[in-house]
């Protein structure tokens, strides 16, 4: 049961919280494919082929383990190996990873979520938790948020209660004067939940709850979490 009286700071997921993902992260990897046609066209051939691609980041992960949190890493290396294997210049690994970027930050926000960071932003630092590469400038919603923790930056990514310590950290708040609100029942609600937060699941999707520990609260909407904290 959440208890709304301890919160004085919310932290927030992003990705498939505040936007669903994987359009964005399509539309993003066929900017991609389109940049390279036009520019490597032989690493845009290597890179239209599924099991060349997972091959290239399953030898990226056990080569640069130190890359796994950072997405953005991880993606540059993956198109300057592909660019190298396939005889072209690894130096336009950049401006392909960079077109890729540009596209990745343009995504469609749930119609909930504005008005309600609006509404929760008034009444609450918020801060936004990541394991992504999201950018909230670019994104378009850095004004609601007091602070930005990211697995890149930081170099641990949720579940690890360090990561949630630095979020409650960045508002000068302990852990359980925070409310964490996301969508990934481990990485999130589980993940809060050993920090010693309390945790709202946002089940957009109809799921069953997987875990033996449940969530203070569940909402299908970021109204609904407004409507739950009034």
Known sequence: MLDTRKVKAITLDLDDTLWPIWPTIERAEKVLHEWLVENAPMAAALFSNPAALREIRNHLAEQRPELKHDLSAVRRESIRLALYRAGEDPLLAEAAFDAFFAAR??????????????????????????????????????????????????????????????????????????????????????????????????????????????????????????????
């Open 105 to 230: 930050q343009q995504v469609e926000l749930f119609d909930d979520v504005r008005p309600a960071l609006q509404k929760l932003s008034e009444r609450f630092p918020l801060v936004s938790l990541s394991n992504g590469n999201a950018d909230l400038e670019r994104v378009g919603l850095a004004a609601y948020f007091r602070a930005a923790v990211s697995a890149r930056e930081f170099g641990v990514g949720k579940p690890d209660p360090r990561i949630f310590h630095a979020a409650a950290g960045a508002v000068d708040v302990v852990p359980e004067q925070v409310l964490h609100v996301g969508d990934d029942a481990t990485l999130d609600v589980v993940g809060a939940l050993n920090a010693g937060m309390q945790a709202v699941w946002v089940n957009r999707g109809d799921h069953l709850w997987p875990h033996p520990q449940q969530p203070h609260a569940t909402v299908t909407t970021l109204t609904q979490l407004c409507e739950l904290l009034a």
